[in-house]
């Protein structure tokens, strides 16, 4: 879904997550759903997960803002995940990742105003060997020092 179209109805919702009613422990795979259909989870989602899984609203959010994968508001066109889990942090990935929000002018989880570009956190890419270490669009990138960030940056138009 692009980053300016509207949201999706309870109706667009519905007919996604409902063919799944009927799987064991449903709510994780209609949440994948969603996001695989939409890029995220419209907010209108957790009324009706609530009520088809007869749960509470607190309980479905409470799953989506465990899983760091499930994002609430439309990715830009490029995604960037920068690690701060330990073997990063110890390398210095906290300075990398503020100079980078700061440069881009968001925040955790946000997109830049062109929508060229969202930032997320992710704990552990695999790569801790190398680190710090960054994913792009989902390709990892390894030992990203701040001149090798500009020129991800670049690759991305942001
Ligand atoms: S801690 Fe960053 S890749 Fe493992």
Request: overall charge negative; proline content about 6%.
């Amino acid at each position: 879904m692009h980053f300016n179209a509207p949201a999706p109805t309870s109706e667009d919702i519905r007919a996604i997550v409902t063919p799944l009613t009927a799987l064991e422990g449903p709510l994780l795979p209609m949440l994948h759903a969603l996001q695989q259909e939409f890029g995220f989870i419209p907010q209108g989602a957790v009324p009706v997960l609530a009520d088809l899984l007869n749960l509470g609203r607190a309980e479905v959010h409470g799953v989506i803002s465990f899983y760091h994968d499930f994002r609430d508001a439309p990715a830009g066109r490029h995604v960037l995940k920068i690690c701060r889990a330990e073997a990063c942090q110890s390398m210095g990935c906290d300075a990398l990742a503020q100079a980078t929000l700061d440069k881009l002018g968001i925040g955790w989880h946000e997109t830049t105003r062109d929508g060229a570009v969202t930032v997320e956190p992710v704990y552990c890419l695999g790569m801790c060997a190398c680190a710090p270490a960054v994913m792009l669009d989902g390709q990892v990138v390894a030992r990203v020092d701040t001149a090798r960030m500009q020129h991800l940056l670049d690759e991305v138009g942001a």
